[in-house]
């Protein structure tokens, strides 16, 4: 009995089609066996996932587990960030979407992402903090990133999270610069732009080589900026970065910084790894190796998306009426 590690599963019921609900007996029956005397929260609502992380740490737990999706694991590690002892994160990605496992190489199959945490091998990572609130895999504001909270959850559920860049492709002609100022180490700019990323990990949203070189354990964050532009070179650049050549691209300004100011005279939501975090100005600090994660050893995934070309895509300049309206409605 000595010597058996305690951990707490924190898992949203709701998320994935209810999969960590459907899946718990199953999940801590493993997660038992393999010698973790685990014991669970499920999240109520919105924030309650960031008190559970808080209150585990507070009780001593050894070993934290987030089940469910991205905006789980957002909340869980919001409730750790704050604190001294921070004790390893285990991710099991049992929701819609789940950018950052993807980034991470976790797997998609829960079998195999359970005994991820029970190899406890782990790598520390960096955590971004902006105000008050924390982030992992990117941050981002300005015309595209204001989508992940419009998409449609049915929509969500059928696709995962290419929803968000197909809701991204019909919402391009309504596209609208933003003016901001940017203040980093040697860096000064004001721009018109379209938006600003700044990014920990090289993958985002269906995008793999988004920050080709980013790491998420340099102690820095990968700032991209797309400078005001037409459709035409948006839609460009946004093929450009699919296949990550987009950096040296006239409209892309990119840079590696672990701390920066943004501000802007317009009106700027910020979307934290796809959460709303509040409004322009920020400042956005690198947390360097802030916080254990366990991951896959041998760094192989099974966790593949769809490929674009699988999808079907209605592209708005060839047929405004289409995708969202009808699909999204119950
Ligand atoms: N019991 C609950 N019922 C409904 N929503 C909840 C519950 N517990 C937590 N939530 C909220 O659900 C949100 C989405 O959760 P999560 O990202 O884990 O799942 P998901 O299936 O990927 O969802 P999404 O539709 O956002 O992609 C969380 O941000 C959280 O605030």
Not at 121 to 133: A, L, P
Not at 225 to 242: G, M, P, Q, T, Y
Request: aromatic share 8%; with cysteine; charged share 25%.
């Amino acid at each position: 009995m000595a010597g058996k590690k305690r951990a707490r599963l924190i898992y949203n019921p709701s998320s994935g089609r209810e999969e960590a609900k459907r899946r718990l007996p199953e999940i801590l029956q493993r997660l038992e066996r393999g010698g973790l005397e685990t014991s669970t929260h499920a999240t109520i609502g919105e924030g309650d996932a960031t008190l559970a992380a808080a209150d585990a740490i507070e009780r001593g737990f050894d070993i934290i587990i987030a089940a469910g999706g991205d905006g789980t694991l957002y909340e869980v590690i919001n409730g750790m960030a704050e604190k001294e002892y921070r004790p390893p994160l285990g991710i099991l990605p049992l929701g819609t979407t789940n950018d950052f496992a993807r980034a991470l190489n976790i797997p998609r199959n829960w079998e195999a992402a359970v005994d991820v945490i029970l190899a406890q091998y782990s790598q520390v990572i960096d955590v971004g903090k902006v105000n008050q609130r924390y982030f992992i895999n990117i941050a981002g504001g300005g015309s595209m990133t204001e989508l992940t909270y419009e998409v449609p959850s049915k929509l969500k559920t059928m696709i995962g999270q290419m929803a968000y860049y197909m809701k991204g492709l019909e919402k391009l002609p309504r596209l609208r610069p933003i003016e901001l100022y940017i203040k980093s180490g040697e860096v000064e700019l004001h721009e018109e732009v379209m938006l600003f990323l700044i990014s920990n990990s090289n993958s985002v949203g269906g995008f793999e080589r988004l920050a080709p070189d980013a790491s998420l354990s340099d102690g820095l964050f990968d700032v991209l900026i797309l400078r005001k532009c037409n459709l035409a070179e948006f839609i460009r650049v946004v093929s450009l970065a699919l296949r990550g050549e987009h950096l040296n691209d006239p409209n892309v300004i990119y840079l590696q910084t672990p701390h920066i100011q943004v501000a802007s005279p317009d009106y700027v939501q910020i979307n934290l790894d796809g959460e709303f975090g509040g409004t322009l100005p920020c400042v956005f600090t690198n947390l360097p190796q802030h916080l254990r994660i366990f991951i896959d050893e041998t760094g192989q995934s099974t966790y593949k998306n769809p490929p674009l070309a699988n999808l079907n895509l209605k592209l708005p300049w060839k047929n405004r009426a289409g995708v969202d309206e009808h699909e999204e409605e119950e």
